[in-house]
């Protein structure tokens, strides 16, 4: 069993930046490709990122390609998502996942964390 607990979300301008954080519980973090989706309202959850278990592999949406960064402290069990020149389009709430396969489909996710709301204002 594994527990995701997001922090880092809140309000920012657009342009600016938010660095997220995803703590997990347990000794199997290692063994866990790890990502980050987000859902706006009204919309599907959609992967953003991923990161293979030693961190040496990264993939992105198209939407967050060369904005975004994701990375991973093994050590720490922790996953992180920087996130850089945000634009309104970035409001959503981010989930931290455990265990993406390679489509990147929501329900192929092992676990999730609760989520944490990221809004850019203009």
């Known amino acids: 069993q594994v527990q995701l607990v997001e922090s880092g979300g809140g309000l920012v301008q657009a342009g600016g930046s938010l660095t997220l954080s995803c703590a997990a519980s347990g000794r199997t973090f290692s063994t866990y490709v790890m990502g980050w989706f987000r859902q706006a309202p009204g919309k599907e959850r959609r992967a953003v990122a991923a990161i293979t278990r030693a961190g040496m592999s990264t993939v992105y949406a198209d939407s967050v390609k060369g904005r975004f960064a994701i990375s991973r402290d093994n050590a720490k069990n922790t996953v992180y998502l920087q996130m850089n020149s945000l634009s309104p389009e970035d409001t959503a709430v981010y989930y931290c996942?455990?265990?993406?396969?390679?489509?990147?489909?929501?329900?192929?996710?092992?676990?999730w964390g609760q989520g944490t709301q990221v809004t850019v204002s203009s």
């Open positions: 996942a455990a265990g993406l396969t390679t489509t990147g489909r929501p329900d192929e996710v092992i676990y």
